[in-house]
């Protein structure tokens, strides 16, 4: 089954305000990873939300499910057995590319790729979390968890 790309927002007001794991951050605020991870499972036939998959995690105690309020990356396919992570790859260094063949041959599957962005140009890193679904040209198609309302247009 390939990811069918869809939307949903960390800054959603259904969510935004809760907190994250067990953590002072809320959703609106840190969730960018848990929302696309929501829109992974989703993307994937599943009808869940940043708060639903939030407090699954949680069930599994901190430590477990969060660290404070880091997604421990394991924690998924405790919750979605279907889902396993197949690959982290650090690429923080200036010295480290993006491996953009892994990258290329994991969409040309039909899959996600959960990725970290610097999201500014600002010395240090900014991170921020999208889901790319497709290689268009040169360019990725992503489903960004930020904007809020969501709009489907293609990013």
Known sequence: MAYSPNNISQQDPAWKKHKLGFSNY?????????????????????????????????????????VGGLISWDSLPIIFPEFQLSKV??????????????????LAKGQAVLVE????????????WVVLYKKQ????????????PVDGKPT
């Open 26 to 66: 809320t959703i609106g605020a840190g969730g960018c990873t848990l929302t696309c991870l929501t829109l992974i499972v989703n993307g994937f036939g599943y009808n869940e939300t940043p708060m639903s998959i939030n407090n699954k995690l949680k069930s599994l105690g901190d430590g477990n499910g969060f």
């Open 89 to 106: 790859t650090t690429c923080r260094e200036n010295s480290k590319k993006a491996p953009l063949n892994e990258i290329d041959a994991a």
């Open 137 to 148: 040209g040169d360019d990725y198609l992503m489903n960004d968890p930020w904007p809020y």
């Open 117 to 128: 962005l610097d999201q500014s140009p600002a010395a240090g890193i900014q991170n921020h």
